[in-house]
């Protein structure tokens, strides 16, 4: 099985430490769009690749979907997910999910949440999912914005004047980013790739976000004003047609 950089001790403690982790969907800057644009949950068989700690798996649950199953490659975030969901009747896999065996028509949801930026094939996933949703099922992702990951280090310039570089905008490729303190590998990808993709595979576009920060964190959460600067995500709800 491939190696993940949440297994890392020294990582995955800091990570538990950041606010999406520890105030689950409530701390998740793009939870009040994201939210919004959900199909409704009732009596639905859903599927989370990348789940984390289950939070989008227990909200499903909660909101009345029939069976959940949650696929992730950290087995530390999956040991968290397993502890906070008992006896909700969540199924939680540790598998990397490219190698996950997608059953034929299983599902009527899959989500994915800051994930899919991290595998290197973006047509075969969507492969994937057109295969396990049912006939008219929703795929709902984000992935880091392709403004975001452009020019390779996602951070901010340290010339006397700061902003957020974009570079090489148009060259797909591998980038190696430092995230809490440990070097990680991602794909940067276009919007265009992003979109094109689904519509080849069978997909209708329903909804696009780029969201903003709300209101109330721009004034409360320091530095949060700086995320109106550029996009940090993208979040797409795709139907199978």
């Known amino acids: 099985m491939k190696s993940n950089v949440y297994d890392n001790k020294q990582f995955y403690d800091k990570y538990k430490d950041m606010d999406?982790?520890?105030k689950g969907l409530e701390g998740a800057g793009e939870w009040h769009v994201l939210k919004d644009i959900l199909p409704s949950f009732h009596g639905k068989d859903v599927l989370d690749l990348g789940c984390g700690f289950g939070w989008h798996c227990r909200y499903a649950k909660q909101e009345g979907a029939n069976h959940?199953?949650?696929?992730?490659?950290?087995?530390?975030?999956?040991?968290?997910?397993?502890?906070?969901?008992?006896?909700?009747?969540?199924?939680?896999?540790?598998?990397?999910?490219?190698?996950?065996e997608y059953p034929k028509a299983q599902y009527d949801i899959v989500l994915s949440?800051?994930?899919?930026?991290y595998l290197p094939s973006w047509s075969d996933i969507c492969k994937k999912v057109h295969t396990t949703?049912?006939?008219?099922?929703?795929?709902?992702?984000?992935v880091e914005h392709p403004v975001f990951t452009a020019e390779g280090s996602e951070q901010w310039s340290?010339?006397?004047m700061e902003y957020w570089p974009v570079d090489s905008y148009f060259i797909e490729r591998q980038i190696e980013t430092v995230f809490l303190g440990e070097k990680v590998k991602k794909y940067h990808r276009t919007i265009t790739t992003y979109v094109m993709e689904l519509l080849k595979q069978g997909f209708e576009i329903l909804h696009l976000e780029e969201p903003k920060p709300a209101d109330e964190a721009v004034e409360t959460i320091e530095g949060m004003k700086d995320e109106l600067r550029r996009p940090m995500m993208l979040i797409i709800h795709a139907r199978k047609k």
């Not at 975030?77 to 490219?98: C, F, N, P, R, W």
């Not at 949440?113 to 930026?117: D, T, V």
């Open 68 to 100: 959940v199953v949650g696929i992730d490659l950290s087995k530390n975030m999956l040991d968290k997910a397993e502890e906070m969901s008992v006896g909700m009747g969540i199924t939680y896999i540790h598998q990397s999910i490219d190698e996950y």
């Open 133 to 142: 949703l049912r006939s008219g099922g929703s795929f709902v992702f984000s």
């Open 113 to 117: 949440s800051l994930a899919f930026h």
């Open 158 to 160: 340290s010339d006397a």
């Open 20 to 22: 999406r982790s520890k």
